[in-house]
């Protein structure tokens, strides 16, 4: 039997379809496409970071460089003539050395903080550092970056007293002045001072540079301001702050100082306490002995002796004994009609060889005076009648120079230095009843200077006599003991 006829036999499409199925499956190559959309986006994202980052980097180094310039350039402004060329010089000096990823320039702005006679003080700069170099005006881009310094002048176991400036108002810078205390020819440092207590009425307003003030020895409160509970002070302390150098006691810097209210009473205790330099004791210092108390190695200061010969109730000579005994003398245009007295300060004009012979008398050789000429100060003369051994000589009215009271040796300061305090001067012209009686504003220090007290200060005017040694300075042979600390400070 014949099979019957079925067709054709089917054909598939099973190798086809398992083709398919296979690379549509098939994953290899994918990650191609992606790369090859999110590279450019990765590539512009790093570029990106790259350039902030090198932008951020160049800002920091800017800001170091403009930080270290300011400080460089800040701890120049010692408050002297040259001072912003100095700090300009400084800066450079400073900048020259650094190297940079790129040119870069500088520009220095000085803020005044005195204006004297003899020209502007500066005592903050602020520094911009910008990309480019001078000769395209500094850069014009906006990379840029500033800093701000303050210098200020500080001191350590100095007396908490300051003393307005006697030089503000006459032209001449007290730096000018100290630096000719032993120049050749010069009378600059043996002017003699009349300091007169802060009040409300004395000294005359117009005359506000012989003007002397506590200062609060706690230095500058929160927020930059002055203290207001003064009352709280320890009289005591202060006082004895005032008698000696105080260890713990430290003042100034780039803050400035705080002057204490006016006070009748403190104006005494002043006089008290700077008087047991001399061999006087009074008021609290009646009964005490050693320590702050102990007088300097020469106190001769034309006084006799009280009752019975008794050094410690000693008293200013009067009648035919004052010209038995006498201490340094005064400018003589202190005692002429008008004069120096409204001013305070002298001319340096004193009668050094009467005071030798009266006080050295035939024991003492010829005195030490300088190649020019002139009279030596009195501070000098002090130090010679020391180093002459001339201390041991009575004048004819009984008086030596050797403490004859208190006989305790000062154990903080050298024995020819205890009449030296280091004061804090502060340009202060219009304070007189101001900020000198408020004690509400710190005022920012001229300098620090070392002043040679000539006489007892005058317990019932509160008048100090002295003579400017020298402007102290951070590591010079300072004669007093107190510690001078320049600071400067960032941000002000």
Known sequence: MRPRDSGPAPTTKRGFTSSASGFGGDRRGAVLVYVAILLPILV??????????????KQAEYQRAADSLARAAAAELDGRIDAESRAAAAANALGGSVRFTQPVCWLLSFHVLYSESWGDIARSVTVEVRAGSAGDACGSGPLRATATAQFGPGVCRAAPLMVCNPYEANGASIFDVAAQSFAPGSQGGM??????????????????????????????????LCRTDSESIDTNMLMDGVAGQSPNMCLGGAFGVCPLPYSDTRNQAVADALNVRFDIAAGAYAN???????????????????????WCAAAPATGAQAAQVMGLQRDRCYTSS??????????GDWDEQRYEALNWQASA????????????????????????????VASPGGEPGAPQCNRSPYAGVPADARRIVTVAVVDCQGAVGGVLTSGAAPLPVLAFADLFLTEPADPSTGEIWGELVRVAQPGSENPSPALIHDTVVMGK
């Open 44 to 57: 512009g994202m790093f570029v990106i970071a790259v350039g902030f980052s090198q932008g951020f980097w």
């Open 191 to 224: 002017r003699q001072w009349r300091l007169r207590p802060a009040s409300s009425s004395s000294p005359d307003p117009s005359s506000p540079w012989a003007v002397y003030g506590l200062l609060d020895p706690r230095g500058v409160g929160g927020e930059g």
């Open 288 to 310: 005490r002995t050693g320590g702050v108390v102990a007088p300097a190695i020469n106190v001769r200061k034309g006084y006799v002796p009280g009752q019975n010969g008794n």
């Open 338 to 347: 008008g004069g120096c007295n409204a001013s305070g300060v002298g001319n």
């Open 365 to 392: 050789s010829p005195p030490t005076t300088p190649a020019n000429g002139a009279a030596n100060s009195r501070y000098q003369t002090y130090l010679n009648e020391i180093s002459g051994g001339y201390t041991s």
